[in-house]
């Protein structure tokens, strides 16, 4: 059985945990024609390049704010969606519907900001349609408030349906004798609900709560970058942009791998915390403490 993992393990050690080495270009003045053995090294001057960087400050702001958005109205539709698509008796109409909202997972950011962009563009169907009620044209894909909502619409409806699965077999793991004793005692669908399914569904949210929190500071690069020139680096630039900008196209290698440094550890920080915390509420997280 230990073997059968043996491919899962090597994927995160080659693609993971090995291209952590090369972090040490965050301490260098790297220049590609001599290596990480040859180039000279720099100290913190890159993370004090990037905090004295006004941009720097700009691209976190923008992502601490797209990533609270979606963590608030994102990570709460695929337990609902479970929860509905738990609800429907027919197998048949079911599985139906875990079909359709699968799907959009499959299509490549491309395609699914050129359907947002036909549909709420400046001559998309919804502008149009408010120009044929008198009311005011309205471009969406180009206001700068508007634009962590739009991310959000999107993740919601690309990754909705495939972050249901999980919950899903959350929901099959419940035992059934739980809810036949509670309807016995007179509890009906939403006091089922609230005192049965949610508790036996919640060590799986407060993980993938948790492993989120690890990830709030990437926030969709692809998705971003698409979209990132419509409404300005003032409002479109997060640090994952930031980074591929400075990185790739100005060569700054060093202060780029110093941004990415910050960010990992920021996000083992906010793991081993909310890790403990939800240690402290009673629940075994990610992983299980020495306390436990």
């Known amino acids: 059985m230990l073997l059968l993992t043996l491919p899962g393990l090597l994927y995160f050690v080659v693609f993971h945990y090995v291209p952590l080495l090369g972090y040490v270009v965050a301490f260098q003045d790297y220049q590609p024609y001599l290596g990480y053995l040859h180039s000279a090294w720099a100290g913190v001057s890159n993370f004090t390049s990037a ?3 006004p941009a720097f400050w700009s691209a976190t702001g923008n992502t601490l704010k797209i990533a609270l958005v979606q963590l608030v109205f994102f990570f709460p539709v695929p337990i609902a969606l479970a929860l509905l698509l738990n609800s429907i008796v027919s197998d048949k109409v079911r599985r139906f519907v875990q079909s359709v909202v699968y799907l959009p997972h499959f299509i490549g950011w491309v395609i699914i900001v050129s359907i947002f962009q036909q549909i709420l563009g400046g001559a998309g169907v919804l502008p149009d349609l408010l ?16 634009f962590p909502w739009l991310l959000t619409l999107q993740t919601a409806w690309k990754d909705a349906g495939w972050g249901t699965i999980i919950m899903l077999a959350a929901l099959l793991n419940i035992d059934r004798g739980l809810y036949e004793a509670s309807a ?13 399914t949610l508790p036996g569904i919640s060590p799986v949210i407060i993980l993938l709560l948790i492993l989120n929190l690890g990830q709030i500071l990437s ?10 020139d419509a409404v300005g680096p003032g409002s479109g630039e997060v640090l994952d942009t930031y980074v591929y900008f400075h990185g790739i196209k100005n060569n700054d290698w060093g202060t780029s791998a110093a941004v990415g440094l910050v960010k990992a550890v920021i996000g083992t920080v906010l793991v081993l915390g909310a890790n403990k915390f939800a240690h402290r509420l009673g629940h075994e997280g990610v992983y299980r403490g020495a306390d436990r």
Not at 184 to 196: E, M
Request: net charge neutral; proline share 5%.
């Open 184 to 196: 016995i005692d007179g509890a009906g669908r939403a006091r089922r609900l609230w005192h049965v």
């Open 219 to 228: 926030v969709g690069f692809e998705q971003i970058l698409l979209q990132r």
């Open 51 to 53: 905090f004295t960087d």
């Open 131 to 146: 120009g044929q009620l008198g009311l005011p044209r309205y471009d969406m894909t180009t206001d700068p408030a508007a």
